[in-house]
């Protein structure tokens, strides 16, 4: 085959590895097609490695099988992990695509064929920054999130000031470089300080907001691989990072909407730290509580029941029981649909995917928005390990610190009834006066059991 007629080929390949991308992400949008958007995003994935396996330019393939096998032998464990702690896995996936990106940088900077220009010197210096401060910014996302590193927000005096300056020393030494792409001892320095103010950028802020910095980190990621695409004159990088770091952001600017923060709030605020006394004062309170046998009597002569799944439904794995709840309502004639909240849990879409394996039909996931309206028609709202995004405060009480954060309006139903293991607050470490309202009834207990215990009372299950 001649040297023109495989580049051909590999042209091809490249432009359907990004229809691919674009076609994964449009099916992701949806949990009905989901499942084949991430499919359609593999076949890309592979299609690009292979395609750019088959380059005249690579000599040698020892370089590229050692590193392949050790991806692997990483990847392969990373994959499996258990789905609550896919938000620090997906910080650490940031972390190691961000270090690849900074290193290809770096390699270019010193082993590139010719003399960098003082334009690709600012194309390497703009994707190594952003490259080194992802990976130190994932790396602590990821230890915040599996609790290595403490959540709270670790915050000093004049702190903004430390860290913008340390950005501004790294985006100095950029220029500097750019003016004298020669002055090879300052390239290592750069490197150093944006890898400090990844650091700096992302240890003063709290675990609740972690995945929304994650999402913002998988941009700059994106952003960074996409300038290294330009680096190495590789549309396909360029392509695919364009879209990871756009999608990344746009999933970041929804998260933020829906917990009403702006970024600046998220970046610089100390939201997330536990507020532990308010939470003890409310212990006082009275609540009404009942056993799984009252509330499956509740649940039977109901017309409609709403579902409102959360952080705790998933951390039980209460799932697949729920769908029994669902199933034997269902039979009973009782309207069951779930209430879906764009951030309980602790990822986006994470009910959708929980809900999705039990395989409850995706015409009964009700959005927000959509379901508000229908809780004063409804008989029972039952919550299932969900806390913040039912708060009422949201709505009424302006001192709180999630107050204009859109949730569900739970506390309109006639009945409502939360499963929880105690009066312990949720992630924004905030007390609920849903627990205290009148036709609220508690349930406490872990979501599998209890939701297994009504099962039974209703004569369903297996
Ligand atoms: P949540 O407010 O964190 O509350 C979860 C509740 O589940 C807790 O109050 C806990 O109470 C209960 N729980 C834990 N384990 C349980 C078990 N085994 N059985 C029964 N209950 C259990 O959760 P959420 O309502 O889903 O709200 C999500 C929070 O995460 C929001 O603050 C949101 O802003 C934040 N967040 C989410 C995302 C996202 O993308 N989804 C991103 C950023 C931030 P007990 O300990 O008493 O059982």
Known sequence: MTAQALQQYLDFAYIAAVVL???????????????????????????????????????????????????????????????????????LSHAFGA?????????????????????????????????????????????KLQEVLPQRPIVYRGQNIVSLSVLAGALGLAVALVVNPAHAMLFPVMVLVALIFGVLL???????????????????????AALLGFVLNSKVLVV?????????????VIMCKAMNRSFTNVMFGAFGQVQTSAAGVQEAKPVRSANAEEAAAILEAAGSVVIVPGYGMAVAQ??????????????????????IHPVAGRMPGHMNVLLAEADIPYDRLIEMDEINGDFPQTDVALVIGANDVTN?????????PIFGMPILDVDKAHTVMVIKRSMSPGFAGIDNPLYYLENTLMLFGDAKQFVGGIVRELGGGH
Do not use: C
Not at 206 to 224: H, K, R
């Open 21 to 91: 991308f674009i076609l994964s992400l449009k099916g992701l949008s949806s949990p009905a097609s989901a499942r084949w958007g991430v499919l359609a995003g593999e076949i890309g994935a592979a299609l690009a490695v292979i395609a750019t396996l088959f380059n005249p330019e690579l000599v040698q393939y020892k370089w590229i099988l050692i590193p392949l096998i050790i991806g692997a032998g990483v990847g392969v464990p990373l994959g499996l992990v258990h789905m609550t702690a896919v938000p620090q896995r997906t910080a």
């Open 99 to 143: 270090l690849s990106a900074a290193l290809i940088g770096i390699a270019e900077y010193y082993v590139g064929t010719a003399p960098v220009t003082r334009f690709e010197m600012g194309e390497i210096a703009l994707e190594v920054i952003i490259g080194s401060l992802t990976f130190t910014g994932s790396l602590i996302a990821a230890g």
């Open 202 to 224: 992302v240890t003063p802020i709290g675990g609740a907001d972690m995945p929304t910095v994650i999402s913002l980190l998988n941009s700059y990621a994106g952003f960074s």
């Open 240 to 252: 695919a990072g364009a879209l990871d770091g756009s999608s990344g952001f746009i999933l970041s």
């Open 318 to 339: 209460a799932q697949h029981k729920v769908r029994e709840l669902y199933d034997v309502l269902t039979k009973k004639g009782v309207n069951v649909r779930f209430a």
């Open 392 to 400: 009422p405060a949201a709505r009424n009480d302006h001192s709180s």
